[in-house]
């Protein structure tokens, strides 16, 4: 199967899937915020165009579009995606076999290191959370609305080349490492998370939300230890969350914690992770 799929936001994620798919012969479009990342695009081979929520697409990004997938952020006013292409996908919807939004497990806010899974009812803790889940109730509407065929997928932290804790070893970037007692954090590797898009790509349920994380959530201590003996560095020293000065916005960090369940991405589309927990990701990294 191929096809032409426009990246809303061609960043990180949207990179390594669109890497994927080029090389299975589909046309690649995608969004920067900026002339320099727009180049950035073209490098590569791939249609670029400007987009930075203040104005519509020209209408050639969306002539012959079998696909999209939206990775831009929302902000306080809401998905700019979704204020200045909204009436664009509602036009399209028909004309569209796969839609997709990347979201985040912060929509479900704190469990206490609990369980959840996609009929967990969404309580966000965080303002970042909010603004994801009023996005997505965004794309949804045009989903119910339009008949867009949305796909919802939740991630939690993505980590992969040249962004993962084997990197923040080497740099020192941490001083201390907290620990919180009970905390535990899920988290992805990119190209798994591409994996499962492509997956969906293949087998479109319109409607559907997935988490999209691996099988161990753990603590964020140990993973950083791990990294460290795998390098055959130093730890640093562990100090307890109730003495760590903490900025308000790394103090958040600690305010959710969560088990997210992955057990309908394996169900419904078969999806098994090469890297199931942090340890096989960081050892093929390294």
């Known amino acids: 199967m191929s096809g032409r799929i426009l990246f809303l936001g061609l960043g990180y994620v949207a990179s390594v899937l669109a890497a994927r798919l080029a090389g299975r012969g589909w046309d690649i479009l995608g969004t920067a915020r900026d002339e320099t990342g727009a180049r950035d695009i073209a490098g590569r081979g791939w249609r670029a165009f400007v987009f930075d929520g203040s104005a519509p697409l020209p209408d050639e990004a969306w002539e012959g579009a079998t696909h999209v997938l939206s990775s831009i952020p929302p902000g306080e006013d809401g998905d700019p995606a979704l204020a200045a292409l909204g009436d664009d996908l509602e036009r399209r919807a028909h004309d569209l076999r796969w839609a997709g939004y990347l979201s985040t497990v912060g929509v479900y806010g704190d469990h206490g290191g609990g369980w959840v899974d996609e009929e967990t009812p969404p309580a966000p803790v965080s303002r970042r959370g909010r603004w994801r889940l009023a996005a997505e109730r965004g794309w949804m509407g045009l989903h119910d609305r339009a008949g867009l065929p949305v796909h919802i997928f939740r991630l939690p932290g993505i980590y992969g080349p040249g962004r993962n ?5 080497r740099a020192g970037y941490r001083k201390a490492l907290v620990v919180k007692q009970g905390q535990v954090f899920s ?6 998370l591409a994996g499962a898009l492509e997956l ?5 349920r319109p409607g559907a939300v997935y988490n999209v994380v691996d099988d161990e959530p753990a603590p964020p201590h140990e993973v950083a230890l791990f990294a460290h003996e795998l390098l055959g560095l130093a730890p640093p020293p562990l100090i307890p969350f109730e003495e760590a000065e903490l900025s308000p916005m790394a103090r958040s960090f600690y305010g959710e914690s969560k088990r997210v369940s992955n057990a309908r991405l394996k169900r419904e589309l078969g999806w098994r992770p090469r890297f199931p927990t942090y340890r096989e990701g960081l050892k093929a990294l390294l």
Do not use: F
């Open 200 to 204: 969906s790509i293949g087998r479109p």
């Open 165 to 169: 804790a084997l990197e923040k070893a």
């Open 187 to 192: 988290r992805i590797h990119v190209e798994d």
